[in-house]
């Protein structure tokens, strides 16, 4: 019994390990998605470039119209970050609760 005990430490300890780092990489990213959705909502210029403008599409517009095609544009940017933001809390989540499970002493 004692070689099992001895055994599973390492495991938790890996385990938590694999954890902290898996945890610090994914609300690194889910922040980073949740502030480049902040900013193309607030429709920052520098990411112009970024919002997938489809050329015959802006050719098509004018006037008022190519201003409100630039802005649903960025918003459609926007609403992908923050479900990509979304899927990576859902991530964060089931993985906190399968190290937790993981981490409990088998008996």
């Known amino acids: 019994m004692e070689g099992v ?5 390492p495991k938790a300890n890996l385990s938590f390990e694999v954890f902290h780092n898996h945890f610090h990489r994914t609300s690194l990213f889910c922040g980073f998605q949740a502030v480049m959705g902040a900013a193309f909502w607030l429709e920052s210029p520098n990411l112009i470039e970024d919002i997938g403008i489809v050329e015959k599409d802006w050719e098509e517009t004018h006037g008022e119209e190519t201003w409100t095609y630039i802005a649903d544009k960025y918003h459609q940017t926007a609403m992908n970050c923050f479900v990509a933001a979304g899927f990576y809390v859902i991530t964060l989540v089931l993985s906190s609760v399968t190290c937790y499970l993981n981490s409990k002493e088998v008996v």
């Not at 005990?5 to 430490?9: A, F, K, N, P, V």
């Open 5 to 9: 005990y001895t055994l599973l430490i």
